[in-house]
C-alpha cells in the first residue's frame, strides 16, 4: 500500500521557521492534510488540501506539495508549536485513509 | 459545532471483542460526512481503522479488515467499532473522526484507552 516518510525529528529555535517534509510515490497528485498532536491530546488539523487552513489556525502554518514531497512550514516558530505532526493523503487504489509516521518538532 | 465523544470499555481480554461508540451532537450524523476510527499504540502514530457513511457504506484498513466492523446509528446519533480476537498489539488509544473534503479528518473526539490484558 501507499507509503508516507516523514523524518522523525525537527528542531528550531523560536522565531525561526521550521520545515517538516512528507514523502510519497507523486504525492503531488493527491491531497495532504496535516495534524499537530500535542501531549495528552487528540490531533488538530492544521493544514488540509495541501495548503488551506481551517478557522482558527494561524496563518504561520502553511503547506505546499509538489512532485514526491508535501511540506509543512511554520513560521515564527513559537514554544506552543512544539508538538508531534502527522501527514495524510487517502490512497484511492486501496480505500484507505493513510498516515504518515510522525515528526516530533522541538523547540529549542 | 459538531462535537464527538468516545465511550466503551477501557479494559478487553484478549481474544475477546472490543467495542466502542463514538457519540455525535451539534449536528447531523447523515450529512456528506464520513465517520472514522483511528487509534494510536502508546509511544506510537496515528494508524486509520477505517470509515463509514450515513447510507452504511464502509472502508477498511486492509491490515485489519477481517477483524473490524463499523456500523451507524441515525436515530440515536452514533457510530461504533467493533474490534474481534484482540491481543495485546491492539492496545491503543482510540479516536473517533468526522472525515471531511477527501478525507481530512477535521473534527476529533478527545480519544479513549483501551488495554488487552487478561
Known amino acids: 500500500s501507499y507509503v508516507l516518510t516523514q523524518p522523525p525529528s525537527v528542531s528550531v529555535a523560536p522565531g525561526q521557521t521550521a520545515r517538516i517534509t512528507c514523502e510519497g510515490n507523486?504525492?503531488?497528485?493527491?491531497?495532504v492534510h496535516w495534524y499537530q498532536q500535542k501531549p495528552g491530546q487528540a490531533p488538530v488539523l492544521v493544514v488540509y488540501?495541501?495548503?488551506d487552513r481551517p478557522s482558527g489556525i494561524p496563518e504561520r502554518f502553511s503547506g505546499s506539495n509538489s512532485g514526491n514531497t508535501a511540506t509543512l512550514t511554520i513560521s515564527r516558530v513559537e514554544a506552543g508549536d512544539e508538538a508531534d505532526y502527522y501527514c495524510?493523503?487517502?490512497?484511492?487504489?486501496?480505500?484507505?485513509?493513510?498516515f504518515g509516521g510522525g515528526t516530533k518538532l522541538t523547540v529549542l | 459545532q459538531v462535537h464527538l465523544q468516545e465511550s466503551g470499555p477501557g479494559l478487553v481480554k484478549p481474544s475477546e471483542t472490543l467495542s466502542l461508540t463514538c457519540a455525535v451532537s451539534?449536528?447531523?450524523?447523515?450529512?456528506?460526512?464520513?465517520w472514522g476510527w483511528v487509534r494510536q499504540p502508546p509511544g506510537k502514530g496515528l494508524e486509520w481503522i477505517g470509515d463509514?457513511?450515513?447510507?452504511?457504506?464502509?472502508n477498511y484498513n486492509p491490515s485489519l479488515k477481517s477483524r473490524v466492523i463499523i456500523s451507524v446509528d441515525k436515530s440515536k446519533k452514533y457510530f461504533s467499532l467493533k474490534l474481534t480476537s484482540v491481543t495485546a498489539a491492539d492496545t491503543a488509544v482510540y479516536y473517533c473522526?468526522?472525515?471531511?473534503?477527501?478525507?481530512?479528518?477535521?473534527?476529533w473526539g478527545q480519544g479513549t484507552t483501551v488495554t488487552v490484558s487478561s
Open positions: 507523486n504525492i503531488g497528485r493527491k491531497s
Open positions: 451539534g449536528g447531523p450524523l447523515s450529512n456528506n460526512h464520513w
Open positions: 488540501d495541501d495548503s
Open positions: 495524510q493523503v487517502w490512497d484511492g487504489d486501496s480505500d484507505q485513509a493513510i
Open positions: 463509514i457513511y450515513h447510507s452504511g457504506s464502509t
Open positions: 473522526a468526522r472525515e471531511g473534503g477527501a478525507t481530512r479528518l477535521d473534527v
